[in-house]
């Protein structure tokens, strides 16, 4: 048995696991009006071999009534690469799934046609990555697992997208670090050169001013 003198260190561990296992699955489900002619793009960062699944859809107001030809818009989804990974053109709803192959932004754009007179539509988007993309009711009808060994799949998969979220974020620190010290080495050549310009442009002027003074026979 252990015994600890001072819980907060356990208790600030805890709060960074719980803060993890809530963090890494992102799901972003949102509502927003698009106007005619315009344009707007929804990023999100995923890493590589994440798999990520969107759904879209122009809200009906008027249940009972169809969408007028007006409300379509064009959706597509790009990595940081300029890869494209979907593309719907002029359509009232549609969805997508991919795995991602390479890490990075990947960015969701909607584009509303131009209309005369101009409208204004509102599109329901939901995105998904993760953990949170995995269709559990399917695992769960073709596996025949009851409640407590879906939720023990959930759980180890939650666990092993922290594990993968650590391995990422120790990557890009050892990026950023392996940055400031190119930087802080380029940065000291740098100090080192401009400080031998300013010793040797005193050293100059210095020069300069004793013949001038020689010359005119001053010292």
């Known amino acids: 048995m252990m015994i600890c ?15 993890l296992l809530f963090s890494s699955p992102t ?4 509502r927003f009006d698009l106007q005619s002619s315009h344009t707007k793009c929804i990023s999100e960062e995923i890493k590589s071999n994440s798999m ?27 990595s940081s690469y300029g890869n494209n990974y979907h593309y719907g053109e002029k359509v009232q709803q549609g969805g997508f799934a991919f795995v991602a192959v390479e890490a990075g932004d990947y ?7 131009d209309a005369n007179p101009s409208t204004t539509m509102t599109v329901d988007f939901e995105w998904k990555t993760g953990v949170a993309a995995k269709d559990w009711s399917n695992v769960a009808k073709k596996g025949q697992v009851d409640v407590m060994e879906l939720e023990l799949k959930k759980l180890y998969e939650t666990v092993s997208s922290i594990h993968d979220e650590m391995f990422y974020l120790r990557e890009r620190e050892e990026e ?13 050549w740098l ?26 026979k001053l010292i």
């Not at 907060?8 to 805890?14: F, V």
């Not at 699944?53 to 989804?77: A, F, I, W």
């Not at 950023?176 to 000291?188: A, G, W, Y």
Request: hydrophobic share 40%.
């Open 5 to 19: 003198s001072n819980p907060k260190p356990l208790l600030h561990l805890s709060l960074l696991l719980l803060s």
């Open 27 to 30: 799901i972003e489900s949102l």
């Open 52 to 78: 990520t699944v969107g759904k879209y859809s122009v809200v009906n107001h008027n249940d009972g009534y169809p969408l007028p030809d007006s409300h379509r818009v064009t959706v597509r989804v790009t």
């Open 107 to 113: 960015m969701t754009c909607f584009w509303a046609a």
């Open 176 to 188: 950023m670090q392996e940055l400031n010290r190119t930087t802080n080495t380029k940065m000291f």
């Open 191 to 216: 100090s080192l050169l401009s400080l031998i310009v300013c010793l040797s442009v005193a050293g100059l002027q210095l020069w300069h001013l004793k013949s001038f003074f020689e010359k005119k």
